[in-house]
T-cell receptor
Framework: GAVVSQHPSWVICKSGTSVKIECRSL??????MFWYRQFPKQSLMLMAT?????????EQGVEKDKFLINHASLTLSTLTVTSAHPEDSSFYIC??????????????FGSGTRLTVV | GENVEQHPSTLSVQEGDSAVIKCTYS??????FPWYKQELGKRPQLIID?????GEKKDQRIAVTLNKTAKHFSLHITETQPEDSAVYFC???????????FGTGTKLQVIP
């Protein structure tokens, strides 16, 4: 089945530094990638939608200058948390829709990245 | 935008009993309703989904019902087992390749 590889699985960084998270579709072309953030014991909240070759669409309240999204190819989307602060500590997860199969629509999730900012 | 509400937030059942989780959504244009199971620190796993042209769908011990008029849908798990213990999320989207709005989650505990 379709697989999205997400790296790193966990990262600890110092406050003020930047962290890049990668999501790579391994056996299909992900023209769209959804980026979610999940705080402990909470739901997944959509941060932004990236589309290959165009600017990402950010949800209301998400700072586009802080969360930089790049979708330069059909198999790679990246999220960079710039000038990270402790309140950015969260579980970040990407998801790609499978809209190319006639009968098997749905979404493939990456394995998630646990970010801890100290 | 879409708003998905989910109840209950926690649910404890005895092994072998049934569990029911209910969700409501706000956007009448939504047409795709997946359900996910998430274990601690893991990615969500799709357990069943339903589209608006179907009122009910079943897969072994899991079933989902959809009432488009009332804008609510429910997950039914029968003959629960300890391994069913996890957090379950309902979700809604306009189409099955567009952005998904998740419910608030239900922590299900199946007591052996």
């Amino acid at each position: 089945g379709a697989v999205v590889s997400q790296h790193p699985s966990w990262v600890i960084c110092k406050s003020g530094t930047s962290v890049k998270i990668e999501c790579r579709s391994l056996d299909f072309q992900a023209t769209t990638m959804f980026w979610y953030r999940q705080f402990p014991k909470q739901s997944l909240m959509l941060m932004a939608t990236s589309n290959e070759g165009s600017k990402a669409t950010y949800e209301q309240g998400v700072e586009k200058d802080k969360f930089l999204i790049n979708h330069a190819s059909l198999t790679l989307s990246t999220l960079t948390v710039t000038s990270a602060h402790p309140e950015d500590s969260s579980f970040y997860i990407c998801s790609a829709p499978q809209n190319f199969l006639a009968t098997n629509y749905g979404y493939t999730f990456g394995s998630g990245t646990r970010l801890t900012v100290v | 935008g879409e708003n998905v509400e989910q109840h209950p937030s926690t649910l404890s059942v005895q092994e072998g009993d049934s569990a029911v989780i209910k969700c409501t959504y706000s956007d009448s244009a939504s047409n795709y309703f997946p359900w996910y199971k998430q274990e601690l620190g893991k990615r969500p796993q799709l357990i069943i989904d339903i589209r608006s042209n179907v009122g009910e769908k079943k897969d072994q011990r899991i079933a989902v019902t959809l009432n488009k008029t009332a804008k609510h849908f429910s997950l039914h798990i029968t003959e629960t087992q300890p391994e069913d213990s996890a957090v379950y999320f309902c979700a809604a989207s306009l189409k099955s390749y567009q952005k998904v709005t998740f419910g608030t989650g239900t922590k299900l505990q199946v007591i052996p």
